[in-house]
């Protein structure tokens, strides 16, 4: 072969960002197209590539002792595949017109422009970071990445009070609340809404409050913070609020984040309304055929309402870059949409929820009829049955299936991906009746949970 | 209201069988119908009324301390209901032509005639019985009714020795090997087949196998049982086979179970090829518009195979008697018929299958693709994360999902749950590769197990 000229005529494809999207599509381009078809440049600014942010959490809270664990693949490995991979360099600018982007050594301050035929942009989400005085005092701290995560394991392990506020109730909030708790800390977790786990209805978060606090976890809902105060060494001692001041030796803020599309915006791609890049089916960004995008910087489409919404998600990440890398590489391979699938836990506490709540539906003018059950886990008389509520909400007259929320024990989370599929599948709630579900009476009672929620969903319809 | 002329012109249900399909059925008619509409007369030749069978081997175990825990409703509860219970009453003979039943009090020995305007059948199963000497002999066990269930306790009370056989490795086998574990016998299973759970593919069925083997229980395969032999006292002694002899204390009999339908085949009611009754969708005797039929002696249709199964499962039965009972009260209510799933455990081991396995697609005509991974039931650097080989069939060309066969330990089992509702749905194999499942470290992988089957299965349709 010669090389030269395989050099010449090969197409670049540059990456922007080297975690779950972006090296997930860098690789999967690489297995439909050798390096001397397709040469691959990925510039990341952090110190990690390919690793779990979602398992940070577990880290805080020791059940993962090493962050080598979460590192799906190092720098090295992609190395090892023909990716030039260039570490703490950060994409500065995309010029679309010239198709190129100018990238800094972050060392050496030294910036360059480097050309691309096919471009995947992969630039993530950043945290919500509320602007108030105080908040970047030592001893706060985001858990977005994992040099945050070491960050806060450093402050924890130097930190003599026991004392910590979560200021946030979602996902990230109830996960670090959590390993708080597992490192013995007494845990105040400080949230805006009125319940905790806003991406469930209300009366579901409910009850996740009330087990959190049977936890021994102390839950300030309906609060807002205001600032964090200091001590006389400029370290965080406190949280304030309007109306209280909650004694803080260590702060996580789990607020959320937003898709980081600075550099996507200043180079006049198309955003949408939740600031995430838009994308067709093909995850290619709207209106520009060489140039992708995915992972928590886009917007997906979300089947059940129709509309788009901001999701970051690992699980979603690595599809987006499946789909990314195999357009790049020249195959078919389609993103068509969520469902809003999400399972969490604190502690024994299962939480789960996929497609719409009360209020999502309302927005987006459906009308609906909505029901609450009681059952177990498992057969009633099985050793280790625990209570589920299971909600269900049904379009009005269609009867179409439109979400599912889940709190219980062990066996509840992972439940609501009966739902999902019934979802993807535009099933009614009189069909899903109907499932032939696993029945045994170590994994559920004779009528599943989703069934019973079905059936009564079902009749609520037929009235409807 | 006058209740003389109410009684001369109220219908007159007759229900055979007072266990899951039958009282379901007794007691949706009764939401449904008031006794002044609607008289129920419900016959059942045993002890028990609404039991769960499927909980026999758990209470043998000793998991369920009571058999009252396995009841759901008693002889009592239901007469509350204005149900006319007839207990240890068996009934002999349909007259269709005469829409009649004759009864025997099996106390008394007492014979009646008892009309109906509408007949429900459900008279269950039967354990099948291999017909060689010494099956009868005290010591050898059969677990299809609570009565069986007793007399196996109360056996393993008064036996010394703590030698168990086990004659089958289906559903019931596996888990009255884990029964007698718990109870501290050493278990052998003999099994005619190549590997235990045949409604495994022996692929999967191998890895049963050796997990069972690993929990300290003996496997005997390929070993058809020829008689049961006993000692001066007349107990079972031993078990033979063509080629060996095991020692027996105990010996239970789960080789599986046919359809009871003597009763309907006599009356000339239509009965399939596995010798279950045929219903239509509303679970109505095929060209009998005022009997219905369901439970373990009702063939059901395969959704996906689009033939007749033999299916002894009381999740199936609870739903046949809600369907029943509807259709009789009036309403409307179908069974569209089933994807064969099923779950079982025996120990921390975790079984399942739905849909086909290699040898039901043969035989039906499907050309398919077969794919087996191995994974992990949670992300693999969360504790707890144990392995799990998830097996998938889809048919050529065009894709779409034909069975799923999961084992595994915690976490596997309900998994299977997402196959049987994308069969349920024609769900092809790449659209599985969509879905959005509940993804957290403590949950799944970023790429769930069914997925990252769906996902090879894919790859493998489209060079098919």
Same mark, same amino acid.
């Given at each position: 072969?010669?090389?030269?000229?395989?050099?010449?005529?090969?197409?670049?494809?540059?990456?922007?960002?080297?975690?779950?999207?972006?090296?997930?599509?860098?690789?999967?381009?690489?297995?439909?197209?050798?390096?001397?078809?397709?040469?691959?440049?990925?510039?990341?600014?952090?110190?990690?590539?390919?690793?779990?942010?979602?398992?940070?959490?577990?880290?805080?809270?020791?059940?993962?002792?090493?962050?080598?664990?979460?590192?799906?693949?190092?720098?090295?490995?992609?190395? /090892?595949?023909?990716?030039?991979?260039?570490?703490?360099?950060?994409?500065?600018?995309?010029?679309?017109?010239?198709?190129?982007?100018?990238?800094?050594?972050? /060392?050496?301050?030294?910036?360059?422009?480097?050309?691309?035929?096919?471009?995947?942009?992969?630039?993530?989400?950043?945290?919500?970071?509320?602007?108030?005085?105080?908040?970047?005092?030592?001893?706060?701290?985001?858990?977005?990445?994992?040099?945050?995560?070491?960050?806060?394991?450093?402050?924890?392990?130097?930190?003599?009070?026991?004392?910590?506020?979560?200021?946030?109730?979602?996902?990230?909030?109830?996960?670090?609340?959590?390993?708080?708790?597992?490192?013995?800390?007494?845990?105040?977790?400080?949230?805006?809404?009125?319940?905790?786990?806003?991406?469930?209805?209300?009366?579901?978060?409910?009850?996740?409050?009330?087990?959190?606090?049977?936890?021994?976890?102390?839950?300030?809902?309906?609060?807002?913070?205001? $600032?964090?105060?200091?001590?006389?060494?400029?370290?965080?001692?406190?949280?304030?609020?309007?109306?209280? /001041?909650?004694?803080?030796?260590?702060?996580?803020?789990?607020?959320?984040?937003?898709?980081?599309?600075?550099?996507?915006?200043?180079?006049?791609?198309?955003?949408?309304?939740?600031?995430?890049?838009?994308?067709?089916?093909?995850?290619?960004?709207?209106?520009?055929?060489?140039?992708?995008?995915?992972?928590?910087?886009?917007?997906?489409?979300?089947?059940?309402?129709?509309?788009?919404?901001?999701?970051?998600?690992?699980?979603?990440?690595? $599809?987006?870059?499946?789909?990314?890398?195999?357009?790049?590489?020249?195959?078919?391979?389609?993103?068509?949409?969520?469902?809003?699938?999400?399972?969490?836990?604190?502690?024994?506490?299962?939480?789960?929820?996929?497609?719409?709540?009360? $209020?999502?539906?309302?927005?987006?003018?459906?009308?609906?009829?909505?029901?609450?059950? /009681?059952?177990?886990?498992?057969?009633?008389?099985?050793?280790?049955?625990?209570?589920?509520?299971?909600?269900?909400?049904?379009?009005?007259?269609?009867?179409?299936?439109?979400?599912?929320?889940?709190?219980?024990?062990?066996?509840?989370?992972?439940?609501?991906?009966?739902?999902?599929?019934?979802?993807?599948?535009?099933?009614?709630?009189?069909?899903?009746?109907?499932?032939?579900?696993?029945?045994?009476?170590?994994?559920?009672?004779?009528?599943?949970?989703?069934?019973?929620?079905?059936? $009564?969903?079902?009749?609520?319809?037929?009235?409807?």
């Amino acid at each position: 072969m010669n090389m030269s000229r395989t050099r010449d005529t090969r197409e670049r494809l540059v990456v922007i960002g080297g975690d779950a999207a972006g090296m997930s599509a860098a690789s999967q381009a690489r297995r439909l197209k050798g390096p001397d078809e397709l040469e691959i440049v990925a510039f990341e600014r952090g110190h990690f590539t390919s690793y779990s942010a979602c398992g940070i959490p577990y880290w805080v809270g020791g059940e993962v002792t090493e962050p080598d664990q979460l590192i799906a693949r190092t720098p090295e490995e992609h190395r /090892e595949r023909d990716i030039d991979l260039r570490m703490r360099t950060e994409v500065m600018e995309i010029d679309v017109g010239r198709q190129r982007v100018r990238a800094r050594d972050l /060392e050496s301050g030294a910036e360059s422009w480097t050309s691309y035929d096919k471009l995947v942009i992969a630039t993530g989400a950043r945290p919500i970071r509320p602007d108030m005085p105080g908040v970047d005092a030592p001893g706060v701290h985001g858990v977005q990445t994992l040099d945050d995560g070491q960050a806060l394991i450093d402050t924890l392990a130097h930190t003599r009070g026991r004392k910590a506020v979560v200021v946030g109730a979602g996902y990230i909030g109830v996960e670090m609340a959590e390993a708080l708790i597992n490192r013995g800390y007494e845990v105040t977790v400080i949230n805006r809404g009125s319940e905790p786990m806003s991406t469930l209805d209300p009366d579901m978060g409910r009850l996740v409050h009330e087990a959190m606090e049977g936890l021994g976890i102390t839950m300030a809902d309906d609060a807002a913070v205001t $600032k964090v105060l200091t001590g006389e060494d400029g370290r965080v001692r406190a949280v304030a609020t309007e109306n209280a /001041e909650y004694p803080a030796d260590v702060v996580v803020l789990g607020i959320g984040v937003r898709p980081e599309t600075t550099l996507a915006k200043a180079a006049g791609l198309p955003l949408g309304s939740h600031g995430g890049l838009l994308t067709d089916l093909a995850m290619r960004v709207r209106g520009h055929e060489n140039i992708w995008a995915g992972g928590d910087c886009v917007e997906v489409l979300d089947l059940v309402s129709g509309q788009e919404r901001h999701i970051a998600l690992g699980t979603h990440a690595n $599809k987006h870059g499946q789909v990314i890398g195999t357009g790049v590489g020249g195959g078919y391979a389609t993103f068509p949409g969520v469902v809003g699938t999400a399972v969490s836990k604190v502690c024994d506490l299962e939480i789960a929820r996929t497609g719409l709540r009360e $209020k999502d539906a309302r927005r987006v003018g459906l009308q609906f009829v909505s029901v609450t059950i /009681e059952s177990t886990s498992r057969a009633g008389y099985y050793p280790g049955a625990s209570p589920m509520t299971v909600k269900m909400l049904a379009e009005r007259r269609t009867g179409r299936l439109l979400g599912v929320q889940i709190v219980g024990r062990e066996g509840a989370g992972k439940r609501v991906d009966i739902a999902a599929v019934a979802l993807t599948a535009g099933m009614t709630v009189e069909q899903m009746t109907a499932l032939d579900l696993g029945y045994a009476p170590p994994f559920s009672p004779v009528w599943d949970p989703v069934l019973v929620a079905a059936r $009564k969903a079902a009749a609520k319809v037929r009235a409807s």
